[in-house]
């Protein structure tokens, strides 16, 4: 099976950085998803890392250590817009997802 | 456009009825999920298909059942049986060629159970 932990909510200010870490124990890894959801509606891919190390995409970079099993998304340059739950899942053998509880981020004026 | 469909976007039933939720992909994708989701948890996954005619159980399948006839549509029924059926529930499909084999999800049903 699959444990995957993440924080249940960070709060940070427009404009600033926010770090959301994801740790995780499976028997099986193909692979780390970062997923975007606002309220009520369907998650939206982010990000993907199989490899060791920083993946950038604008201004979302994911990281993934697969020997300590960890990996964090990091948002630059905070937006209004970001406000939303982020949820880390890890890919099994099989494809299949296993899925954090999720993040929830909320971004003051 | 391709992408995920899911019907109704609300859906309300009375307890001790059946109801299927719709779900279907243009997207040619091998692989179909169901999922379901309550406040303040993740995704729990209840059924999976990776070819038609064939699927297999989750982490939640009881008082669920899915059918896989054709490779487009994976509609998911909640029996009575299900003790709890009030959630979100998503739908998502993949491509089994190779690549990451990211999920795509739809729009997603919210049933409520009165």
């Known amino acids: 099976g699959q444990n995957i932990d993440q924080p249940t909510e960070m709060t940070a200010t427009e404009g600033a950085i926010v770090q959301i870490n994801c740790t995780y124990q499976t028997s099986g890894f193909n692979g780390l998803f970062w997923y975007q959801q606002h309220a009520g509606e369907a998650p939206t891919f982010l990000s993907y890392?199989?490899?060791?190390g920083l993946e950038e995409k604008g201004r979302f970079s994911s990281f993934l250590s697969r020997s300590k099993g960890y990996s964090y998304l990091l948002l630059k340059e905070l937006q209004m817009k970001d406000s939303a739950s982020y949820l880390c899942?890890?890919?099994?053998?099989?494809?299949?997802?296993?899925f954090g509880a999720g993040t929830q981020v909320v971004v003051t004026p | 456009d391709g992408g995920i469909t899911q019907s109704p976007k609300y859906l309300f039933r009375k307890e001790g009825q059946n109801v299927t939720l719709s779900c279907e992909q243009n997207?040619?994708?091998?692989?179909m999920y169901w999922y379901r989701q309550d406040p303040g948890q993740g995704l729990r996954l209840i059924y999976y298909?990776?070819?038609?005619?064939?699927?297999q159980k989750g982490d939640i399948a009881e008082g669920y059942s899915v059918s896989r006839e054709k490779k487009e549509s994976f509609p998911l029924t909640v029996t009575s049986a299900q003790k709890n059926p009030t959630a979100f529930y998503l739908c998502?499909?993949?491509?089994?060629?190779?690549?990451?084999?990211?999920?795509?999800f739809g729009p997603g049903t919210r049933l409520t159970v009165l």
């Open positions: 890392n199989v490899l060791d």
């Open positions: 298909s990776q070819i038609v005619n064939d699927f």
């Open positions: 997207l040619n994708h091998d692989a």
């Open positions: 899942a890890v890919s099994d053998s099989w494809g299949k997802l296993q």
């Open positions: 998502a499909s993949s491509s089994l060629a190779g690549g990451k084999g990211e999920q795509f």
